[in-house]
């Protein structure tokens, strides 16, 4: 599968968790409750899109909102956007 090829060039650990199970996968289920809330039933109210691509082309560019305009409240970002997050680590790393 090109999904698993892809992690195996990459060196990357592909993990499992149990859906819905916030304690192990917390991280991933308040983004996607993010994104239902701010994202989609908004677009959804206030849009009839013709597409998926029309749809997909307004998703990415909440995403780009999301990562690099609105301030994040959680513990790990406190308040920062999470290309700043992102940012501080590379230049703490480098």
């Known amino acids: 599968h090109p999904y698993e090829l892809y992690l195996a060039l990459n060196e990357i650990e592909h993990r ?25 039933r908004v677009a959804m109210r206030e849009k009839v899109y013709a ?6 082309a307004d998703l990415d560019a909440w995403l780009i909102h999301y990562n690099t305009e609105r301030p994040h409240l959680g513990y790990r970002n406190q308040g920062r956007r999470p290309i700043e997050t992102i940012q501080q680590s590379v230049r703490q790393d480098g």
Do not use: C, H, K, Y
């Not at 149990?18 to 809330?37: A, H, I, K, Y």
């Open 16 to 40: 499992r968790t149990r859906v819905r199970t916030p304690r192990t996968n917390g991280f991933v289920e308040r983004f996607n409750g993010t994104v239902l809330d701010e994202f989609f």
């Open 51 to 56: 597409s998926v691509e029309a749809l997909q």
